[in-house]
């Protein structure tokens, strides 16, 4: 006795394998079909196959949407029916996706961080009086702080002052006789009571554990 065995590697290699061999041959057969009706009534039917088969994707938005998609792309384009969806061609699918621009930062002053920009770019905007001198004030202490995390020693508020009014444009200016900010060692403190807090918080967790 003779049998014919099919190995894998003489198979057709599957364009989408979790759907296995078995819908794959449905798809090759539908695309034989010699009428549009009959091939619209078995692509219905196997639409109905591989949604059972990957209940995970109910989940999905467009669930049938992306059922349909793939039902084309295991037909390799070549499936010619009515779907309740605008067809994916092959183009679409191989089409690049259009590059991302890279983030532009603020400044060559990388260690102020973008947000910082953004709440310069947003003072500006407002009227002058209180509010503003305090939004102001508030930016100027928070990017002495940010400088005082990437360099521990120092820093004169004159600089912060003048990196202040070259991210503004020169529209934001102040001055240490009216805008004396927080002082290093106060800055500093905090961050490391907050650092300290937060050792002692994760003891008294592992006692309570």
Known sequence: MEY???YNSERETLLIPEYGRHVQKLVNHCIALPTKEERNKM???IIEVMGNLQPHLRD???FKHKLWDQLFIMADF????????PVLTEEELKAKPDPLPYPKTASRYRFYGNNIQIMIDEAITWEDGELK???NYTIANHMKKCFLNWNKDTVEDEVIFKHLKELSHGKIVLTGEKNALSDSKNLLRKKTNNNHKGKKNSKNNRKRR
């Open 4 to 6: 014919q065995l099919e």
């Open 43 to 45: 692509a219905k039917a």
């Open 60 to 62: 999905v938005p467009d």
């Open 78 to 85: 070549k499936l010619d029916v009515d779907a309740p969806y």
């Open 133 to 135: 001198d305090a939004l």
